[in-house]
């Protein structure tokens, strides 16, 4: 019995020291990754949409996909989504004008295969989205407008699933 | 709820297989598939692990790491709630099934270190999955692997009586196998339950 | 200590992919880019190295029962350490790489060498030892990531060559138009395929060697 209390303490002590260097650790980079995330959504938004200030709002509707909804100061709205690609979740932020046209997106996360379905951030994808509606705002397998990434239908339908949820979240707050 | 679970169990048995599309678990897939009973054993003991672990992991998670703000610990807690629920699976499963146990006893040390498992953790972290969604997740995530080693073990039988170059013995001829059952199993991204 | 014969063991010999088949999943899921596959070398270069160093200086007081389990402890943390200065100070890389960060504490390589070498040696040979084969490791990758880049996609140093704004957004140099790639490569199959076969090219050269030494003690 003794020996057991004794490999537990001597376990229990490393894993404290071990927890201990990393709050250390935690409280050095703690700072910098919140600044990050912070400018990166920032960023992403002043990409959908021009704007000075927003207010988020909320949504309870049926679009599950919608996570945060934020209303602008000249009505329009940004909408941020996750779906699921082809590899796990894509998170996307939508601006959405008041007449329920897209105006922008912008991948602000995903984990889709490097090279592939990443390439939803590049522009060639990304700039056929501006002026469109729900129905438009489809691939074109789909009957809709947009041009999918090449080998990656599937990236590109959950970007459009993401936009399609975006505007009918928007059209229900209205 | 009834699609979502749906889909998650698709998406982690066929389209998204943690072998042949996230390349996690490869070790003992490679290193426990010469024969399909024994690949049948790591697969059940593995799926086994991974349903608890998830479940565990999540109410420890939840309750535990994000009420203190102790999130930069997940991973040393995953590893240890994972290595202490493996050697208590084996007592367990020694003094009260010992069939069970002699069946699967030699492949539950491996699977502390098989990375599908703590990699269905850290998923379920990153994926924000409920209780139900990560237990679900982690048992799918298992047939999943049991599916792909069983697979991957019956072909690897025939390939033995195969001729191939002698650079390829061993190893290579095993990863070529793997990279066309991958290839194979390509054929059902876009598979989608709506 | 034997620094040149720990060097060409990391290396080649005994390279912890190629011929002790340690660390497959990472090897295969993230070699898809140059700049991964570099980043994720040297994370586990600097981790395994500093494993190896805490572990061969604590081998005398780790108590034989438990010593697996403070093992992994200590992997786990330096792994954390990694991973939150990767988050905040390089991003591009901790997005890209995602979960295989935090798996690196799985990666048998690490684990296999604190119990094969890092338990038993001193600590300067054990440092080596995480180095050399750190490096092992990185020169795998790297060499994989740049075949299945190039013939995938046609494109060299993607992540790090032409970058935009910071590490992570470059374009690298494109060396044929892209839609001409084999695009498998960069998917699953490719990781399978590329690793066999370079596997089997080892072993190739491995068996190649041996025959000639053979030879030569002969005459």
Do not use: H
């Not at chain 1, 002043?46 to 209303?71: H, I, L, P, Q, W």
């Not at chain 1, 002026?131 to 590109?156: E, F, H, M, P, Y």
């Not at chain 2, 999540?58 to 930069?72: D, Q, T």
């Not at chain 3, 007081?61 to 010593?67: C, G, K, L, T």
């Amino acid at each position: 019995m003794n020996k057991i209390v004794k490999l537990t303490l001597i376990l229990f002590l490393v894993s404290a020291i071990v927890a201990g260097v990393l709050g250390l650790t935690n409280m050095v980079t703690e700072e910098p990754i919140r600044l990050y995330n912070e400018k990166k959504t920032a960023e992403a938004y002043s990409a959908v949409m021009d704007f000075d200030s927003y207010d988020e709002v909320s949504y309870s509707g049926d679009r599950s996909e919608v996570t945060k909804v934020y209303k602008t100061n000249n009505g329009d709205w940004i909408v941020e989504a996750e779906v699921s690609g082809s590899q796990g979740m894509i998170t996307v932020a939508v601006g959405v004008k008041a007449d329920l046209t897209c105006n922008g997106i912008s991948i602000i996360s995903s984990s889709e295969t490097s090279g592939l379905g990443s390439k939803a951030s590049n522009a060639e994808f990304k700039d056929q989205f501006p002026g469109l509606t729900a129905d438009q705002a489809k691939v074109t397998k789909d009957g809709g407008q947009i041009n999918a990434i090449t080998g990656a239908t599937i990236t590109s339908r959950a970007v459009c699933t993401a936009v399609g949820a975006a505007i009918e979240a928007v059209s229900t707050l209205g | 709820m009834l699609t979502s679970i749906l889909s998650i169990s698709l998406g982690a048995i066929l389209i998204n297989n943690f072998i042949f599309s996230q390349f996690l678990g490869c070790c003992p897939f490679l290193g426990c598939s010469s024969k399909v009973d024994t690949a049948v054993g790591m697969g059940l003991a593995v799926t086994f692990v991974m349903g608890l672990a998830s479940a565990i992991c999540w109410v420890v998670n939840e309750y535990v790491l994000m009420p203190l703000g102790l999130a930069f610990l997940q991973t040393l807690t995953f590893i240890l709630v994972i290595a202490a629920l493996v050697q208590f699976v084996e007592m367990f499963l020694k003094k009260s099934i010992p069939s069970l146990y002699s069946a699967l006893g030699i492949y539950l040390p491996l699977i502390t270190t098989n990375c599908a498992v703590l990699g269905v953790v850290l998923l379920n972290v990153q994926n924000k999955y409920n209780f139900i969604e990560s237990t679900v997740y982690g048992i799918t995530g298992g047939l999943g692997f049991l599916l792909a080693i069983v697979l991957f073990a019956s072909v690897r039988e025939r390939v033995e009586f195969a001729e191939y170059p002698k650079s390829f013995e061993g190893f290579p001829i095993c990863l070529v196998t793997a990279s066309l059952l991958a290839l194979a199993f390509m054929g059902f991204s876009g598979m989608k339950i709506f | 200590m034997n620094i040149k014969k720990q060097f060409k063991d990391g290396l080649i010999t005994n390279n912890p992919v190629l011929v002790q088949l340690l660390g497959m999943c990472s090897t295969m899921a993230i070699t898809t880019m140059f700049f991964n596959g570099i980043g994720m070398g040297i994370s586990v270069l600097i981790i395994l190295t500093c494993c190896n160093v805490v572990i061969s200086a604590m081998r005398k007081i780790i108590p034989n029962d438990i010593r697996i389990a403070v093992f992994v402890v200590i992997i786990a943390g330096f792994v954390t350490i990694v991973d939150l200065l990767l988050q905040a100070y390089v991003p591009a890389l901790s997005e890209s790489l995602g979960v295989f960060i935090p798996l690196i504490v799985v990666n048998c390589i690490i684990i296999g060498r604190a119990e094969a070498f890092a338990a038993k040696n001193s600590i300067g040979a054990s440092a080596l030892d995480g180095i050399f084969q750190g490096l092992g490791y990185t020169i795998v990758l790297t060499i994989m990531c740049i075949i299945r880049e190039f013939l995938g996609s046609g494109s060299f140093g993607k992540g790090i060559i032409n970058t935009i704004n910071g590490i992570g957004t470059g374009n690298g140099l494109q060396i044929f138009p892209e839609e001409f790639g084999a695009k498998l490569l960069t998917m699953p199959f490719g990781g399978f395929l590329t690793l066999g076969c370079l596997i089997a090219l080892m072993q190739y050269a491995l068996r190649k060697s041996a025959e000639k030494k053979e030879k030569e003690g002969n005459k």
